[in-house]
């Protein structure tokens, strides 16, 4: 039934959201294997945590649009996307079409053990979580070479 109903939304779509869809479900691909499978170091370089954003909110609309799809994607992928994995893979889809954003990663001390989270910004403002969830966790300053978080150096 859910099989169903899927493909009943999916073909109620536009050829140009159909191949933004399939675009998004490979990147969660990439991101899932390469996150899985390769050190750190290897896969932070191909992204760059800091841009300078001096445009408007104009096209807030359209990041929001690609994030709350690119999150309906995730929850139907093969494995469980979680944080990192969705954030790393909207961010690749966000500045391929030049809507820099911001990769957050933070954590919290809960139940005697460490918990980290990922979350995005445009323009500073929070775009793929909520406040709530957000605001519960301390977010790790980079290094001076903005290109290693200075908490995971090691």
Request: charged share 20%; with cysteine; hydrophobic share 40%.
């Amino acid at each position: 039934m859910r099989f169903k109903n899927t493909f009943a939304t999916v073909s109620s779509l536009s050829f140009t959201q159909i191949l933004l869809l399939s675009e998004m479900w490979l990147i969660f691909l990439k991101w899932d294997l390469l996150v899985s499978f390769f050190n750190y170091r290897y896969w932070q370089l191909t992204f760059d945590r800091n841009h300078i954003i001096n445009e408007k909110d104009t096209h807030l609309p359209q990041v929001l649009n690609i994030i709350r799809l690119s999150e309906k994607v995730g929850r139907h992928h093969l494995r469980k996307m979680n944080c990192l994995r969705r954030c790393l893979s909207q961010k690749q889809l966000l500045t391929k079409r030049h809507y820099p954003c911001e990769l957050h990663i933070g954590v919290k001390l809960a139940d005697g053990s460490l918990k980290a989270h990922a979350w995005l910004s445009y323009n500073t403002m929070l775009i793929n979580d909520s406040t709530g969830v957000v605001s519960q966790y301390t977010e790790l300053e980079t290094s001076a070479n903005n290109k290693i978080f200075s908490v995971l150096r090691g």
